[in-house]
């Protein structure tokens, strides 16, 4: 069980989930982190958005471990990332 902390301003508690923190991703210094993990003193993103051309891209980097979308507090922010993709594709708002 791992413990994740959604960034400061989205207003969401950390939460555990049953998957693995990953190290040494290389991501682009312009993402926007959604939640991270502390590992060896170090914060580690493995939630992400990025604009991309047209289009607002989330990254999800937990979900090794199926039981990680077991996790209420992980597929909530998982569905909001999404919706702020779509709100931001589009202009609409998502029901």
Same mark, same amino acid.
Request: charge should be negative.
């Given at each position: 069980?791992?413990?994740?902390?959604?960034?400061?301003?989205?207003? &969401?508690?950390?939460?555990? /989930?049953? =998957?693995?923190?990953?190290?040494?991703?290389?991501?682009? *210094?312009?993402? @926007?982190?959604? +939640?991270?993990?502390?590992?060896?003193?170090?914060?580690?993103?493995?939630?992400?958005?990025?604009?991309? &051309?047209?289009?607002?891209? /989330?990254? =999800?980097?937990?979900?090794?471990?199926?039981?990680?979308? *077991?996790?209420? @507090?992980?597929? +909530?922010?998982?569905?909001?990332?999404?919706?702020?993709?779509?709100?931001?594709?589009?202009?609409?708002?998502?029901?």
């Amino acid at each position: 069980m791992s413990t994740f902390t959604p960034q400061a301003g989205g207003g &969401r508690p950390p939460f555990a /989930v049953e =998957d693995e923190g990953y190290i040494g991703l290389e991501i682009d *210094d312009e993402v @926007e982190v959604l +939640a991270s993990h502390d590992f060896d003193g170090h914060t580690r993103p493995l939630i992400w958005q990025k604009e991309y &051309r047209r289009a607002c891209v /989330v990254v =999800d980097a937990l979900g090794r471990d199926p039981r990680a979308y *077991d996790g209420a @507090e992980h597929v +909530a922010l998982l569905r909001a990332a999404m919706g702020r993709a779509v709100t931001h594709l589009d202009g609409v708002s998502p029901d």
